[in-house]
């Protein structure tokens, strides 16, 4: 039978390079491999305040942007987590089979709740509502970034719990990282990840960010007092940053990379590093402004949630038995 992969992108604000190369970018390699369940999370995104128009308007704009990068609306299927009630159920129970030590252990809801007074508990159990996500539909494969990979071991955990109270019932899913991108840093800080939400916008470069904006950033990315470029991601974080988006936009190796750059300046490479961000993020935007006008947006949703949703009820109910909810 063919596996598939299943894989979220917060609609938790504008998408940067650092989701295109650690997920999107992924999913368009794996898809013609697996059978593909790409899904927006907006539930996760209600963990911390939203405003909710611009909420509808994100969810709408995530699924354009994954046409736009080259995801399949016809093979794969795509859809909104809120359609599909099953999501929050199966939660419900997973939640009633996990422990606040082992939630606590999170670093993401560590770092989240690091110095805030009122800390909402959906911010707490919200990788429970993961879990959900992935085993809902018996996924094998879960692609993401480097930060997501402790939330795929708590899902799997919990699978494991669950099949052997219960007998198998769930599939124990494998974190897929890639080797290289799975971290793209901040380009002001770079020994922090580059996020959708960080709060200086030139620390991220977003993928509807303009040519000028784009070049900018780059230009004055963080790198370090040596001249010579090398990947060493512990003493050269910035340079090596700058490297990896380089090689993962041109589909080359890092040691390629170095090679290409051994004599050039910081100035040259951030430079070369602009264009191929240039001119993959405008042919990218050509496409988006298309995707958006031409309505196949709200067609590939309401084809993914028909697809999807007997899946999600199928496996909802064999766990709403086997734990005794209902009637038989
Ligand atoms: P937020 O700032 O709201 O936490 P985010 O930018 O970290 O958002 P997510 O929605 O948490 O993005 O992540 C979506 C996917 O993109 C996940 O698979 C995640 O691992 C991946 N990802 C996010 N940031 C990076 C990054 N800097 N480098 C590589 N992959 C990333
Ligand atoms: N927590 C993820 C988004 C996400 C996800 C998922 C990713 C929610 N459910 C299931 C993979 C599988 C994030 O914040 N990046």
Redesign the pocket.
């Known amino acids: 039978m063919t596996k598939r992969l299943l ?4 609609p ?2 504008e998408l ?1 390079i ?2 295109y ?3 999107i970018k992924q999913v368009v390699n794996y898809e013609k491999e697996y059978e593909t369940f790409l899904f927006v999370p907006d539930m996760h995104s209600i963990t911390v305040p939203q405003d909710p128009e611009t909420l509808h308007r994100r969810v709408r704009e995530i699924v354009g942007m994954y046409i736009a990068c080259g995801v399949s609306p016809t093979t794969n299927h795509i859809y909104i987590q809120s359609e599909i009630p099953e999501h929050a159920n199966l939660s419900w129970v997973l939640e009633c089979h996990s422990y606040m030590g082992e939630l606590s252990r999170m670093t993401q809801f560590k770092a989240k709740s690091d110095g805030k007074k009122e800390i909402g508990c959906g911010l707490f159990t919200y990788p429970i509502l993961m879990a959900a996500d992935i085993l809902l539909y018996k996924a094998d494969f879960v ?6 990979k402790q939330h795929v071991e708590l899902a799997r955990n919990i699978a494991q719990r669950f099949n052997s109270r219960y007998g198998e019932t769930f599939v124990v899913p494998e974190p897929l990282i890639p080797k290289v ?5 901040d380009l002001l800080y770079p020994e922090k ?6 709060e200086n916008p030139k620390s991220s470069i977003f993928l509807t960010d303009p040519e000028k904006a784009i070049r900018k950033k780059i230009m004055s990315a963080v790198t370090d007092s040596e001249t010579i470029v090398r990947f060493d991601e512990e003493n050269k974080p910035g340079v090596s940053n700058l490297l990896t988006i380089y090689a993962c936009l041109s589909e080359i190796t890092i040691e390629e990379a170095e090679r290409h750059f051994a004599d050039a300046r910081y100035g040259d490479l951030k430079k070369e590093v602009a264009d191929v961000v240039v001119e993959k993020l405008t042919a990218l935007q050509d496409r988006y402004a298309e995707v958006m006008k031409s309505g196949i947006v709200d067609e590939t949703l309401d084809r993914g949630r028909d697809y999807v949703r007997p899946i999600a009820q199928e496996t909802y109910d064999q766990v709403r038995r086997l734990v005794g909810l209902g009637r038989v």
């Open positions: 894989t979220g992108l917060q938790s604000g940067t650092g989701n190369i650690g997920s692609p993401t970034g480097i930060d997501q991108g799975a971290k793209i840093r990840k580059m996020s959708k939400s960080a």
